[in-house]
């Protein structure tokens, strides 16, 4: 239920992205934006990427925070009006993003997955080191041992800078696909005529010599 507030601690609430929106009832909005801040923060953790893309979620937050204090304050009438509905159908144009139960299902089920994976990587991991530390240390090999330890423990951030990739050029490729047919056939998505409206238009065009003759041919079949 949807209920605007414009106390003290809605304006805490605003300082954590979503959590202003899900205490005022938009629970998708809410969830969406933190879902999004905490996890671009994961991501670029996790890959080691420059600073730069810590722009990411500042801008996040700084919309979050007055998106927030822009629903809390606006009037009544307007508030009544606002839709519960995901963050990012309010910035990209065109159509929107849902998702659907069943896809939320899939991504849990996948968040899941990867994180068995991780905590069973982590185990084997740690196993596999001291043993290559063992080794370093007995045959002198230390540099041998840098070598291989950084590969190791930078390969889980490869294969996900890899997925996301290969995600990127396939959305690229659907995209130019979906232009290149729009180009090509700018009518595509209009319907054909029905077939009775065809009928109609080729009985409407025949010359009335021609339907003479097909009548008096139907009562001669009906005669005999």
Same mark, same amino acid.
């Given at each position: 239920m949807k209920v605007q507030k414009r106390g003290?601690?809605?304006?805490?609430?605003?300082?954590?992205?979503?959590?202003?929106?899900?205490?005022?009832?938009?629970?998708?909005?809410?969830?969406?934006?933190?879902?999004?801040?905490?996890?671009?923060?994961g991501i670029i953790g996790f890959l080691g990427l420059s600073d730069l893309f810590m722009l990411i979620p500042v801008v996040l937050w700084f919309y979050s925070f007055f998106h927030a204090r822009n629903i809390a304050t606006c009037r009544p009438e307007i508030f009544a009006g606002l839709q519960d509905d995901y963050f990012w159908n309010e910035i990209i144009d065109g159509k929107k993003i849902i998702i659907k139960s069943e896809s939320a299902r899939k991504i849990g089920a996948w968040?899941? +997955? &990867?994180? =068995? #994976?991780?905590i069973i990587w982590n185990m084997v991991i740690r196993n596999v080191m001291d043993g290559l530390?063992?080794?370093?240390?007995?045959?002198?090999?230390?540099?041998?041992?840098?070598?291989?330890?950084?590969?190791?423990?930078?390969?889980?951030?490869?294969?996900?800078?890899?997925?996301? +990739? &290969?995600? =990127? #050029?396939?959305?690229?490729?659907?995209?130019?696909?979906?232009?290149?047919?729009?180009?090509?056939n700018p009518g595509y998505m209009t319907t054909a005529p029905s077939t009775q409206s065809t009928a109609n238009t080729v009985a409407a065009s025949t010359p009335a010599p021609f339907k003479a003759a097909d009548n008096t041919r139907e009562e001669g079949e009906k005669n005999a």
């Open positions: 003290f601690f809605n304006f805490v609430f605003a300082f954590m992205p979503g959590a202003s929106e899900m205490y005022m009832g938009f629970m998708k909005m809410g969830i969406s934006l933190m879902a999004c801040f905490m996890g671009a923060i968040a899941l +997955i &990867i994180a =068995g #994976v991780s530390t063992a080794l370093a240390e007995i045959t002198g090999m230390n540099y041998m041992y840098d070598t291989v330890a950084d590969f190791i423990y930078s390969l889980p951030r490869l294969l996900v800078a890899v997925i996301i +990739i &290969i995600v =990127g #050029v396939k959305l690229i490729r659907g995209k130019k696909k979906t232009l290149y047919i729009e180009e090509q």
